[in-house]
């Protein structure tokens, strides 16, 4: 893509009233746009971002079995009612136009709805196991939406649901998930522990997090420094030097980011719909589900918290919204590289804007993509300057030598 074609500018500085450091770099990197408290809209860039690691996550999900799909986002009272959910304080609800009183409230998570739609394909326990997930906007009135898009008002969030026979096979499933999550996470990056916690809103036993350590983090977990055994603080018997519950090693306190959670959710949500299916002796029995979620957008937050410098942003290359960022200095003409990158199959963003080459350069180091290109009079015909954002040192190389290099 051509820069002039972004009709998104990059900001020198951060707005004021962003305190946390991907909110800022992300507003002025020209990745979002906050339209009010813990509201954001993706624009060009941020979307491209989105979309990478919704592409892993999908990937990912797909792995293990799970469908997509996408559910309503407007949902009739009488599904919160169901679970008793109806009250809960973040939920957000709609009152239409000359009603007096909210008889709808807009997706905030879907245990109901699926299993809703689930009495009406399941039937046997020959329609079972199976799991569905979908990449979808929700919505939370979060008092404190202060940390960018760690914590919105409107996120995005993958929520996967799985339907078993069994609690032992919900189990089973459960582990699958744990592993597809250690694989989207460790593909966008990021080091995430996988961490016991609270049971929560949604379930009487034990949950899973994963957590990415961070200082900016508002959980609190205790990880084993020998085994990578984690607890959240909210459930740890653990001290910072502790002893590991389970290897005796040193366990270490640590300020971490949920960036997902996963939940037995055993039989509440079948309950409340009738969500049952006749054994293999012909007697009915309620389906055992498991609820699986994903931070999309607090993801893409949590990357530019570990990755970032004084600088700017430093993407990961699966992330990074292009692979390589083609600046054109001092009247040189990019188009022929472009040209070139493209046909080789490289993802580029070509800068060709009226710009000093200072401003090109801190754009680029501010935007974060992992290779720069520099073609100039001083670099000289067929030859670029090559760098990667995350290191001080550049090249000139011949133009193919810097495509073997960007392409690996
Ligand atoms: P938290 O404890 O951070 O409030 P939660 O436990 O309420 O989150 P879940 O319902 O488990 O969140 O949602 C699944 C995932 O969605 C979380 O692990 C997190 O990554 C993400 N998430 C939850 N709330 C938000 C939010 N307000 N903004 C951005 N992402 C969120
Ligand atoms: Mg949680």
Redesign the pocket.
């Known amino acids: 893509m051509r820069q002039s074609q972004l009709f998104t500018k990059t900001q020198k500085t951060a707005p004021k009233d962003e305190t946390a450091q991907n909110a800022q770099l992300l507003t002025r990197g020209g990745f979002i746009y906050k339209n009010s408290a ?1 509201v954001y809209s993706f624009l060009p860039l941020g979307w491209q971002v989105i979309k990478n690691i919704s592409q892993i996550v999908r990937e990912e999900m797909d792995a293990i079995g799970g469908t997509e799909m996408l559910m309503s986002a407007l949902h009739d009272k009488h599904y919160l009612q169901a679970t008793g959910r109806w009250d809960v304080d973040v939920v957000y609800k709609v009152i239409a136009g000359g009603d007096k009183e909210p008889a709808a409230n807009i997706s905030w ?1 879907h245990e109901e709805i699926l299993a809703e739609i689930a009495t009406k394909y399941v039937n046997s326990y020959k329609d079972l196991p199976f799991a569905a997930y979908q990449i979808q906007t ?1 919505f ?1 009135h ?1 008092p404190r ?1 202060k940390s960018g ?5 409107e ?1 995005l ?1 993958k ?1 996967l649901y799985s339907f078993h026979v069994s609690e032992d096979d919900l189990y089973r499933y459960y582990a699958n998930v744990a592993e597809a999550y250690k694989k989207v996470f460790e593909r966008c990056g990021l080091k995430a522990y996988y961490t016991l916690a609270a049971g ?3 379930t009487v036993s034990n949950t899973h ?2 957590q990415v350590e961070s200082p900016v983090g ?2 609190t977990v205790y990880v084993c420094t020998k085994c990578e055994y984690a607890e959240n603080k909210e459930v740890s018997q653990a001290k910072d030097g502790g002893a590991c519950p389970k290897c005796g090693g040193a366990m270490r306190e640590i300020k971490s980011i ?4 996963i ?1 037995p959710l055993g039989t509440k949500y079948s309950k409340a719909f009738g969500l049952t299916f006749t054994n293999e002796k012909g007697e009915r029995q309620d389906v055992v589900m498991g609820s699986y ?3 999309i ?3 893409m ?1 949590t990357l530019v918290e570990v990755y970032h410098d004084e600088k700017g942003i430093l993407w990961p290359e699966a992330i990074a919204p292009f692979n390589a960022h083609l600046l054109a200095l001092n009247g040189a003409d990019g188009a022929p590289v472009y040209d070139a990158l493209q046909t080789a199959g490289v993802k580029v963003l070509y800068d060709d804007r009226e710009a000093t080459p200072g401003e090109k350069f801190a754009d680029a180091d501010l935007m974060g993509i992992p290779w720069r290109i520099v073609v100039s009079p001083k670099v000289g015909e067929g030859k670029v300057e090559l760098k990667r954002r995350a290191e001080a040192e550049s090249r000139i190389v011949d133009f193919d030598e810097a495509l073997r290099i960007i392409k690996h």
């Open positions: 813990g998570t929700k939370r979060e939406a898009l760690l914590r919105g008002r996120f969030m929520d929560g809103d949604f997090e994963f508002e959980d949920e960036v997902g959670n939940f979620g994903i931070g957008s607090r993801l937050g």
